[in-house]
C-alpha cells in the first residue's frame, strides 16, 4: 500500500566508498518506503567484468521494481519517472559524472540542471546513490583530477539540496543530514 501522500516525500543522498554497502542501504530505504520502486541505473556496461556488477546489482531486486536506463539524461528522466507513488533510486551520480565526461558534456551545467529539478521538489522519494571520491590521494593525473573535483561538486550541492545525507561504511549508516 502506497504511503501516505506526502508523508514521506525525501530527497536523501547516500554517499559511501566502494563496496561499503550503500547501494544495499538505499535498496532497503526505497523498499521499505511502501512506494513503487523505480530503479534508476546510470551505469553502462562497457566490459564484462561492469556486465557482472550490473547483472549483480539486478538480481538483488525483487520483481516489482521497475528499471529505467539514464546513463545521460538523468533530469529528464527523474522528471519524467517521479510521482507521488513512488520511490526513486538512482544509482550512482558518480557513473553519471563518468558517462558525462566521456561524452564530453558540460558537467557543471548538467549538475546544475539536476539540482534545479530538485528545488523544484519533485513528488515522491528520491534516494541518490554516490561513490565519495575525495577521501584518498590526490590522483596523479589531470582526468581523474577533474572527475573527482566534479563529483565533490555534485555532492555539495546535492546533499545541500537534500532533507537526508547519509554516509555509509562497513555497511552502517551515518547520518550527515537530516
Known amino acids: ?25 538505499a535498496e532497503r530505504r526505497v523498499g521499505e518506503s511502501g512506494r513503487v520502486p523505480v ?3 546510470t551505469g ?7 556486465t557482472a556488477r550490473i547483472d549483480a546489482h539486478k538480481a538483488r531486486r525483487p520483481a516489482p521494481w521497475r ?9 529528464a528522466t527523474i522528471e519524467g519517472e517521479a510521482a507521488q507513488d513512488r520511490a526513486l533510486l538512482v544509482d550512482c551520480l558518480t557513473l553519471w559524472v563518468s558517462n558525462l565526461m566521456l561524452a564530453e558534456r558540460d558537467v557543471d551545467a548538467e549538475a546544475d540542471r539536476l ?5 523544484g521538489r519533485p513528488p515522491g522519494l528520491i534516494v541518490f546513490v554516490s561513490n565519495e ?8 593525473n589531470a582526468m581523474a583530477r577533474r572527475f573527482r ?17 547519509i554516509f555509509v561504511a562497513a555497511g552502517l549508516p551515518l547520518t550527515l543530514k537530516g
Open 1 to 25: 500500500m502506497p504511503a501516505e501522500a506526502g508523508a514521506t516525500d525525501r530527497l536523501v543522498l547516500v554517499l559511501g566508498g566502494a563496496r561499503s554497502g550503500k547501494s544495499a542501504f
Open 115 to 119: 539540482v534545479a529539478c530538485l528545488k
Open 149 to 165: 573535483d566534479h563529483a565533490g561538486r555534485l555532492h555539495q550541492l546535492v546533499a545541500a539540496a537534500c532533507d537526508e545525507a
Open 44 to 50: 553502462q556496461a562497457f566490459d564484462a567484468e561492469m
Open 133 to 140: 571520491v575525495g577521501l584518498s590521494i590526490v590522483p596523479e
Open 39 to 41: 530503479y534508476i541505473a
Open 67 to 75: 528499471t529505467v536506463e539514464a546513463p545521460l539524461d538523468l533530469v
